[in-house]
Nanobody, 127 residues
C-alpha cells in the first residue's frame, strides 16, 4: 500500500503561481509512475500531468502545457506540480496518483493506470 498526501493548495489571483506537493509513504520502494489530476465542481476528473518512474518522461494536458511543470524528488518520495500563469478555469481539487509499473519510461494520462490516490487539495484562482 502507498499513501499519498497532497499539500500546497490555496487561493491565488489570476496570473499567480502555486506549487503542489504530494508526499508518498508506505511501500515506496516499488516502482511507480505518478500523475496529477483535477476535478472542478460538476465536472469529471481530468488529467493534468504525469511523469514516468524514471522521471525522464513527462506529459501534460494541452490546457496546462507550458504553464505547469511536474517533477519528482526520489530522496523525499515527493511529487510536485509547479503551476504558473494560473487562470480561473484552473480552479479545482487537485489529486495526486501513483500506479505500479514495470516500465521505466512510460507515463499514463488515464485514471485506469493508477492504483493509489490522495485526498486532494483545493486550488482556487480568482479573476
Amino acid at each position: 500500500q502507498v499513501q499519498l498526501l497532497e499539500s500546497g493548495g490555496g487561493l491565488v489571483q489570476a496570473g499567480g503561481s502555486l506549487r503542489l506537493s504530494c508526499a508518498a509513504s508506505g511501500r515506496t520502494g516499488s516502482s511507480y509512475h505518478m500523475g496529477w489530476f483535477r476535478q472542478a465542481p460538476g465536472k469529471e476528473r481530468e488529467f493534468v500531468a504525469a511523469i514516468s518512474w524514471s522521471g525522464d518522461n513527462t506529459g501534460y494536458a494541452d490546457s496546462v502545457k507550458v504553464r505547469f511543470t511536474i517533477s519528482r524528488e526520489y530522496a523525499k518520495n515527493t511529487l510536485y506540480l509547479q503551476m504558473s500563469s494560473l487562470k480561473p478555469e484552473d480552479t479545482a481539487v487537485y489529486y495526486c496518483a501513483a500506479g505500479r509499473t514495470f516500465y521505466r519510461n512510460t507515463y499514463y494520462a488515464d485514471t485506469l493506470h493508477y492504483d493509489y490516490w490522495g485526498q486532494g487539495t483545493q486550488v482556487t484562482v480568482s479573476s
